[in-house]
């Protein structure tokens, strides 16, 4: 079967599935049944990105355009499924299982005044729309539940609130669409840790879509942590926007998936809006990581950092596109980008693209890339002090990761994330060796 004819093949499947899907009691009526419609028919008449799409050019999603997903079933795992991922210490746990809320495992009585968690479609979705794209349109289309989370202006949380999105698929390959949204009020400040994970090695299709809406110095810490199997394909659209003075600071951690993408978008609307996008990705054996960001600097005096590490063994595969845009009234922006990825493989590969559109004269932009393999003098150095070479060689694999995770404001977190990479660097150096 040629491949043109096989993709038809399969959004024949995904066809039948939505078919099915209307007579579900989940598909809702009315506008969430019409916004259901709409999504599907757009992603019927553009399919799924090729090579041939600009964005898309260096990542193919051919294995999912192979492969026959049904909608994720419901799922009740005990309380000892999500002990691995628990963070210490968190104001509050919302916990979704196969894209659907999970009350029993969930833990949020002990949140303070202010902070109010809602479920269910039937949520306003709020003035804006995120940016449209085939996932996004899969994810609308078959999204059967939505987690919102609100902060009252003026309320600071002090530990973080875990939302932990966990698959547990063992037969058919599924497809999961998570919804998050964070809406915080003037002046208020609250950590979000999003973690995405796994129970099985089935195969499965993440369509996560998460939306931080900051109003007036608000103040919000994102960590994302993707560690869900090598089997599955996790494709993750973030869409902030940020009032005047508000904050925000995120941190991607990609630690497993066959393919991974996270498209990031970050308008700074208010005037005087600072965001630092920070990631860290590490792939090894087929993997391929892509990550896409743009930074919209809307509105003056706007500052943005961005610092995105790659780790890649075997044939792992990384893309790695960065986007500024500085509108014409957006004076005095400075934007600063890099991009730095360790090959610890001859086999594996990055390819990374800032880009600059820049509509306004008193600016300060910079960008850099740099990729590369371990240090031998600083190899050769460790060792003549007495560290043995695999030693030496997770000394300076830490050091190059550390300078993304000890941005992580909670201790707790941080410790997770580390904890997490030092497990994905043992497997992969395991796979070399």
Sequence with gaps: MSRPAAVAERHEALAARFEAFR?????GTDAVSRAREQAFQRFLERGFPTSRDEEWKFTSVAPIAATAFVTARPASPGPDAIEPYRVPGAAGRVVLVNGRVSKALSSVGDLPAGVAVETGLGVPAGPRQ???????????AFAVDALTIRVAPKTVLTEPIEVLSLSDVDGAPALLAPRIEVRVGEGAEVSIVETHAGRHDTAS????????????????HHVKIQAEPAT????????????????LTSHALTYGGRISRNDIMVVLEGEGAECTLDGLYVADADALVDTHTT??????????????????????????NGKIIVRPDAQKTDAKQTNRALLLSDTAQVNTKPQLEIFADDVKCTHGAAIGQLDDDAMFYL??????????????????????????KAAAVRDRAMALLEAKLSLAHTEQG
């Design 130 to 140: 995120t940016p449209s794209g085939a996932f996004v349109d899969l994810h609308e």
């Design 232 to 247: 599955a394909f996790h494709l993750a659209t973030l869409v902030a926007w940020l009032g005047r003075a508000s904050t």
């Design 23 to 27: 007579r579900d009691p989940a598909f």
């Design 383 to 408: 060792q003549t002090r007495g560290l043995p070479a695999a030693d030496a060689r997770n000394l300076l694999i830490h050091a190059f990761a550390a300078e993304v995770l000890d941005g992580i």
């Design 295 to 320: 930074i919209d600097h809307a509105t003056p005096h706007c500052p943005s950092h961005e610092r995105y590490k790659g780790i890649l063994a075997g044939r792992a595969k990384a893309v790695f």
């Design 205 to 220: 299709l993440t369509t996560a879509v998460i939306r931080l809406d900051l109003a007036s110095s608000a103040v919000v």
